[in-house]
């Protein structure tokens, strides 16, 4: 960890705590900062304020008063959840006090280079591929980020023989200074979190912002199929290296005669990738162009490839039981997400979807139906589903009130050869804390039936 002078003796403001907050208060106290922190659950019921109360560190808890503002805080690491919308972010930037997150602190204290992953589908696979990848390869690489890391922790522990693979939200993104990544990579940008974000627009903005401070020697990985990742790529300063599954690109990652290639070098048979699903062949380009530029060899990246299979809660094959195979795609939380999922398998399917009500439709999925013989919903998104079911045609359509409740009416409606798979095309927060933990749940409802 460099032992930066940024901070000392700055009065700082940790709002919201989580993994992300704790780490970042008590990174900020060894620093030297007189460090405050601020959470909304009450004291009695937050041990990790308790932990940092012990540390030496101010907590107030219960509350996000302004009036804290009048402390004379130089600067608020926030979490990324918190939106700007917040009383105290707001009166902080009409104040004039950055506001940054703990993404921003991780790159100042770290000595190690970043590969930082971004977009609104694929950052989890792309994330965990190019770290097995370097893995293997020998390159030292450490994981971190929105894939349950806390970067500044991972950081503080890095040595520049290392490299952070970082997965990076739009939230995370929005609170970043001087953060630049020496290769970053935009999977694809499609309409997701307005609510967070208002508009499409603010949304593209936010994500631009993993290459906004890149300099010529660095590189931007994008998806050269999506006008809006060309569209970051002409205002960015990075070298671009573009990957495409429908065209042959000289100066990237495409697919030609069946192989995947990196510039004019055959890398990797596709016959030989484990990892199913016509959509992470492009998940897997911006990762072999990513290794490939860090140094990976061949033989690393095929070692990977052949028995990789996906990550916990994405398209994850859980266990073939009585010859129906159960998929938990549980991180699917939007419509995309669930688009790519059905179109990975060929033949029947029993879907398990529903969650958290944005306000959206779900009339893009109709065309990708096709192959469900019965639908399973649940969450506050079950009529909306329910709909576009019916207008799909799929007879055999039954709401439940939960995900374990889905499983055993999913196996009743199926048959030897289907695919039950749980893709929810909603976020989980409705009845779940995380998409992590529904997933568990479908998990440990899958094994019941055995």
Not at 52 to 69: D, F, M, R, T
Not at 228 to 253: C, M, N, Q, Y
Not at 339 to 368: C, H, Q, T
Not at 390 to 405: H, L, S, T, W
Request: charged share 25%.
């Amino acid at each position: 960890m460099k032992q930066i002078e940024d901070y000392y003796h700055k009065k700082i403001l940790v709002l919201g705590l989580a993994k992300s907050g704790v780490t970042a208060a008590a990174l900020l106290h060894k620093l030297g900062a007189f460090v405050t922190v601020n959470d909304r659950k009450p004291f009695s019921e937050n041990p990790e304020a308790q932990g940092l109360l012990e540390q030496g560190i101010k907590v107030i808890c219960g509350e996000h008063p302004v009036e804290l503002l009048d402390e004379g805080f130089e600067l608020i690491v926030k979490n990324p959840g918190i939106p700007y919308e917040n009383p105290i972010i707001q009166s902080a930037i009409d104040q004039g006090i950055p506001v940054i997150t703990e993404v921003e602190l991780s790159f100042k204290i770290s000595e190690a280079p970043f590969i930082g992953i971004t977009g609104t589908n694929g950052k989890t696979t792309t994330t965990t591929l190019i770290y097995q990848m370097m893995k293997a390869g020998n390159k030292s690489p450490l994981i971190a980020g929105n894939i349950g890391k806390v970067a500044s922790g991972v950081a503080e522990k890095a040595t520049k023989d290392d490299t952070i693979v970082i997965e990076l939200s739009s939230f995370q993104l929005m609170g970043v200074e001087t953060f630049h990544p020496k290769i970053a990579i935009i999977t694809n940008i499609y309409e997701a979190h307005l609510d967070y974000h208002g508009n499409k627009m603010a949304y593209i903005k936010a994500k631009a912002n993993i290459t906004k401070n890149q300099t010529e020697d660095e590189f931007l990985i994008i998806n050269a199929e999506q006008e809006e990742t060309r569209e970051i790529a002409r205002h960015s300063k990075a070298k671009v290296i573009p990957f495409s599954t429908k065209r042959i690109l000289a100066d990237g990652a495409y697919i030609q005669d069946g192989w995947i290639c990196f510039h004019d070098e055959k890398v990797m048979a596709i016959e030989d990738v484990a990892l199913p699903g016509v959509h992470n062949l492009e998940n897997i380009l911006s990762a072999v162009a990513a290794v490939k530029l860090s140094g990976v060899e061949n033989r690393a990246i095929e070692e990977v490839l052949k028995s990789f299979t996906g990550v916990r809660h994405r398209l994850q094959f859980v266990v073939e039981h009585e010859g129906r195979k159960f998929y938990n795609d549980s991180k699917a939380t939007n419509i995309l997400a669930t688009i790519k999922a059905l179109a990975a398998f060929d033949g029947p399917i029993v879907l398990l979807a529903g969650g958290l009500d944005r306000g959206n439709e779900f009339d893009e999925l109709i065309p990708y139906l096709k192959n469900v013989n019965a639908m399973i919903t649940f969450g506050q998104t079950a009529p909306k589903l329910e709909r576009v079911g019916r207008i799909a045609g799929i007879k055999a359509i039954e709401r439940v009130d939960n995900v374990d409740e889905a499983v055993p009416v999913a196996f009743a409606y199926s048959k030897p050869g289907d695919v039950i798979l749980l893709s929810p095309a909603c976020a989980s927060w409705d009845q779940y804390k995380t998409f992590e933990v529904r997933g568990d749940i479908f998990i440990e409802a899958v094994h019941k039936l055995k």
